[in-house]
């Protein structure tokens, strides 16, 4: 041990370089004759070197590490800011769709003036069609000038039902009237157009009365249950 | 206006307003004086390209940060000490050495039995440099507080952190007398702690056992 203890300390005296010059040239010489001290030295050399470089490339990666983290924070929010954004135009556009729904189905929803607010005309499940709701049956089966679905036709609650009238007429609306002769649907029909479609369940079942504005007659429907 | 300005900025760059870019030399000369702008910088413009070439390996042992990570501190190092000779661009530079990287763990985690790291010095003076800085690095992360306090000072590291003014040469090894002086013990009990915590590293280190 105290061999060891002796050569510990001139290998650490070499190693910094505190030998006086004759000291170091007699130790150099020595090296070459002493396997064992040339064996400690190397790797004390060794060890310090790997051991300073070790601890430089911990503290660079430190470094290094804490600049990366900062510039994933800045990415991070910038991220989430874009997240926002897209979050708030993606809600503002489906909002934008609905309101806009919604509006396109004024004409088959106008009222008088005299309904109840919150009262509804019509209501009903779309349901399957049967009989009129072919509308390509209908089409094959109703005259050109002849008004449809004419007096006293009974539908049924989940029926498609088209309306139809003479080819020369070119009055502006379609009204459907209630038994009560409240006023529950107006249509504006284009120019050219000689039919409308009124989809299953929109009128409750009842007693209808529809005309062709500008036509003095009403026509009469009844809408059963099912 | 100093480093902090990209924080006030962050939201320009967003849209690639003010988004910097920098010459060769003014990448290496931000990598010289360890400027962590530049570090972001390099990390920013390189890293995907880097992380892309991880992935080829194809292996679990590897992670892209990791490697990018090991491979700009090696990169660092060399253009910090002159051995960077700027024969390539810096991007190809880092790139060259991350392969390596990769290489070299998947190498280590595919070869780790204890029989096959132990060192000698006398029969195996060539051992791979990197391979010998790679355990040192898990030795010393391993390292008790007091051991690594005593090699560092003797060692000549960590002045800041021992309020000790650097001297002109930045790895001055401290006498015996003056790290007694700083940790409060006597000068004899500092060489036998300096020895003790020596003789434990050399024994891991060479026989790559764990640091107790």
Redesign the interface.
């Known amino acids: 041990m105290e061999t060891h203890e002796k050569e510990f300390t001139l290998i650490e005296r070499y190693a910094d370089g505190m030998m006086a010059d004759s000291e170091r040239e007699a130790f150099e010489q020595g090296l070459e004759a002493e396997p064992e001290l040339k064996r400690m030295l190397n790797e004390y050399t060794l060890i310090k070197k790997t051991y300073i470089e070790a601890s430089r490339r911990i503290e660079l990666k430190q470094t290094i590490q804490a600049a990366i983290a900062t510039n994933k924070t800045v990415r991070l929010n910038q991220r989430k800011m874009w997240l926002i954004a897209a979050s708030v135009m993606l809600i503002a556009a489906i909002g934008t769709l609905i309101v806009f729904s919604t509006g396109t189905k004024k004409p088959d929803n106008q009222f008088t003036a005299n309904s109840l607010p919150g009262e509804k005309a019509v209501e009903g499940k779309q349901n399957t069609m049967k009989e009129f709701g072919n509308m390509d049956v209908v089409k094959l089966n109703i005259p050109d000038n002849a008004f449809f679905p004419d007096e006293y036709t009974y539908l049924k609650a989940n029926d498609t039902i088209l309306f139809q009238w003479p080819s020369e007429l070119s009055q502006r609306y379609l009204t459907i009237y209630n038994s009560r002769g409240e006023l529950v649907m107006k249509a504006t029909i284009k120019k050219n157009i000689k039919e409308y479609v009124l989809m299953p369940g929109v009128l409750k079942p009842g007693v209808y009365y529809w005309k062709f504005m500008n036509d003095s007659m009403l026509i009469r429907i009844r809408v059963n249950n099912n | 206006m100093g480093e902090n300005n990209?924080?006030f900025l962050?939201?320009l760059?967003?849209l690639r307003y003010n988004k910097q870019e920098y010459t060769e030399d003014e990448i290496l000369d931000g990598v010289r004086k360890?400027k962590?702008?530049m570090?972001?910088y390099i990390?920013?413009s390189y890293f995907s390209g880097i992380r892309t070439m991880v992935l080829s390996f194809h292996s679990m042992a590897l992670d892209a940060?990791d490697v990018f990570?090991?491979g700009?501190?090696?990169a660092?190092?060399n253009i910090q000490e002159g051995r960077f000779r700027g024969e390539s661009s810096f991007n190809t530079y880092l790139n060259s050495i991350c392969r390596n990287v990769c290489r070299k763990q998947i190498e280590r985690a595919g070869r780790y039995k204890p029989s096959e790291m132990h060192i000698d010095?006398?029969e195996k003076?060539e051992a791979d440099n990197e391979e010998?800085?790679y355990r040192?690095?898990q030795?010393?992360?391993r390292i008790d507080e007091k051991c690594c306090q005593i090699?560092?000072l003797r060692?000549?590291?960590?002045h800041q952190n021992y309020s000790i003014e650097p001297t002109a040469s930045d790895?001055t090894?401290l006498k015996f007398e003056e790290i007694a002086s700083i940790l409060g013990i006597e000068p004899d009990n500092a060489r036998q702690r300096f020895?003790r915590c020596?003789e434990k590293?050399?024994d891991s280190?060479?026989n790559h056992s764990d640091f107790n």
């Open positions: 990209t924080h962050s939201h760059s967003v360890n962590n702008t570090y972001q990390y920013k940060d990570q090991d700009l501190v090696i660092a190092l010095i006398a003076p010998l800085i040192m690095i030795l010393k992360n090699i560092d060692f000549g590291l960590s790895i090894a020895k020596l590293l050399k280190f060479f």
